[in-house]
């Protein structure tokens, strides 16, 4: 996995990559009422805001990671937006993009690198 400064998670299936939140971006939002997903095939650029979270505390973007294609959304957080604090590391991804440019992935920090940003 690879992680984001504005913490985000990023893991590569096959030929597509899997985007959520951290833990501690959960906890950060506290109780999340609501996610607006893209639409798929929608083509992103890097840093597009891409999903909109509301919090009892606050709203938040998601925002692309890399540029690509928005290739599946998780449907399931729009019955159940709980789940993102359930299970942010798993179940409660977001999207799935194709890479324009995989090595965009590069530039990203390793989990300890993770750990220390937060610390």
Known sequence: MKFTEEHEWLRVEDDVVVVGI???ASEQLGDV???DLPEVGREVV?????????????ASDILAPIDGEIVEVNEALLDDPGKVNEDPMGDAWFFKIKPADPS???EYMDEAAYQAHIA
């Open 46 to 58: 890097k840093d597009d805001g891409v999903v909109v979270i509301e919090s009892v505390k606050a």
């Open 22 to 24: 951290t833990e501690h």
């Open 104 to 106: 965009q992935m590069d």
């Open 33 to 35: 009422v609501f996610v």
